[in-house]
């Protein structure tokens, strides 16, 4: 016997974002998706992306809008009557913005996001699977040497579902 199963609510993008780039941010506070992505954004998200601040860092987080209706599902069941879950809602949802990319492949970060994350002239893009951070350039670089002398140290240890990985 076969079995017919339909996925009716399945908002999953399929394409994964991987990748590091290095880009500009003009005067006003654009900055250009890298081109290998700019079909999956029109094509998989209509080119509808949600940017907000990432509360763990000093970052911004985009995604891709129906991601960021998955990410607005989870916050959603948190309890505000739990401190830290009420401010996680607070900051996401409070500072995210819709945007899209502009002909030539640019989005707009508002100011307050751009002074959130010290974004100036040079930044990084990070894939992240389902989504992106976006770095000030330097901040970036001394983020990820802390995290790679943290490595060996002894008084890091990895969480169980890392260990888990194998890697």
């Given at each position: 016997?076969?079995?017919?199963?339909?996925?009716?609510?399945?908002?999953?993008?399929?394409?994964?974002?991987?990748?590091?780039s290095k880009i500009s941010i003009d005067s006003k506070g654009r900055l250009a998706i890298?081109?290998?992505?700019?079909?999956?954004v029109l094509d998989q998200a209509q080119n509808n992306l949600v940017i907000t601040l990432?509360?763990?860092?000093?970052?911004?987080?985009?995604?891709?809008?129906?991601?960021w209706e998955l990410i607005e599902d989870k916050l959603a069941t948190l309890s505000d009557?739990?401190?830290?879950?009420?401010?996680?809602?607070?900051?996401?949802?409070?500072?995210?913005?819709?945007?899209?990319?502009?002909?030539?492949?640019?989005?707009?970060?508002?100011?307050?996001?751009?002074?959130?994350?010290?974004?100036?002239?040079?930044?990084?893009?990070?894939?992240?699977?389902?989504?992106?951070?976006?770095?000030?350039?330097?901040?970036?670089?001394?983020?990820?040497?802390?995290?790679?002398?943290?490595?060996?140290?002894?008084?890091?240890?990895?969480?169980?579902?890392?260990?888990?990985?194998?890697?």
């Amino acid at each position: 016997m076969w079995v017919k199963v339909e996925f009716i609510h399945m908002k999953r993008i399929i394409s994964m974002f991987r990748g590091f780039s290095k880009i500009s941010i003009d005067s006003k506070g654009r900055l250009a998706i890298p081109s290998r992505y700019r079909s999956l954004v029109l094509d998989q998200a209509q080119n509808n992306l949600v940017i907000t601040l990432n509360p763990l860092d000093r970052s911004l987080w985009l995604y891709p809008l129906p991601e960021w209706e998955l990410i607005e599902d989870k916050l959603a069941t948190l309890s505000d009557f739990d401190k830290q879950s009420r401010r996680t809602k607070q900051m996401m949802r409070g500072y995210a913005n819709d945007c899209q990319l502009d002909a030539q492949g640019r989005i707009l970060v508002p100011k307050e996001l751009r002074e959130y994350a010290e974004l100036s002239r040079q930044a990084v893009i990070l894939g992240q699977g389902n989504k992106f951070e976006i770095w000030n350039e330097k901040s970036w670089e001394t983020q990820r040497d802390n995290w790679l002398e943290s490595v060996g140290n002894e008084s890091t240890s990895s969480s169980d579902s890392l260990r888990s990985l194998s890697l």
